[in-house]
């Protein structure tokens, strides 16, 4: 049974920078592709980041124009885990952050079959 645990997130001030990570366990990890979403209060689930699984050749990212030039997501198949370094944070990146498998890179939510608890991040003023 694949396994999905986030972590890093906290209380933060606008500007700063925060890293989440994501472990995964029970699947062939580098075979598939993951993505991070966020749901802020009162809003729907929304797409923030995704990377393809890597088969040794170059990995592709996807970021929401939100999020793009700000946050990174990277990969570490040896870990098992999956990474986003969030900088330069704003006040409007608060929001409960889930980290999700899937065997496609996607921006949809349906495409992923594995999702995490969420971590939660706030960014103050």
């Known amino acids: 049974q694949v396994q999905v645990v986030e972590s890093g997130g906290g209380l933060v001030q606008a500007g700063d920078s925060l890293r989440l990570s994501c472990a995964v366990s029970g699947s062939p990890f580098s075979s598939y592709a993951m993505g991070w979403f966020r749901q802020a209060p009162g809003k729907e689930r929304e797409f923030v980041a995704a990377?393809?699984?890597?088969?040794?050749?170059?990995?592709?990212?996807d970021y929401a124009d939100s999020v793009k030039g700000r946050f990174t997501i990277s990969r570490d198949n040896a870990k098992n885990t999956v990474y986003l370094q969030m900088n330069s944070l704003k006040p409007e990146d608060t929001a409960v952050y889930y980290c999700?498998?899937?065997?496609?890179?996607?921006?949809?939510?349906?495409?992923?079959?594995?999702w995490g608890q969420g971590t939660q991040v706030t960014v103050s003023t």
């Open positions: 999700a498998v899937s065997i496609s890179w996607s921006r949809r939510e349906y495409e992923y079959d594995y």
């Open positions: 990377i393809a699984a890597n088969f040794g050749r170059t990995l592709y990212a």
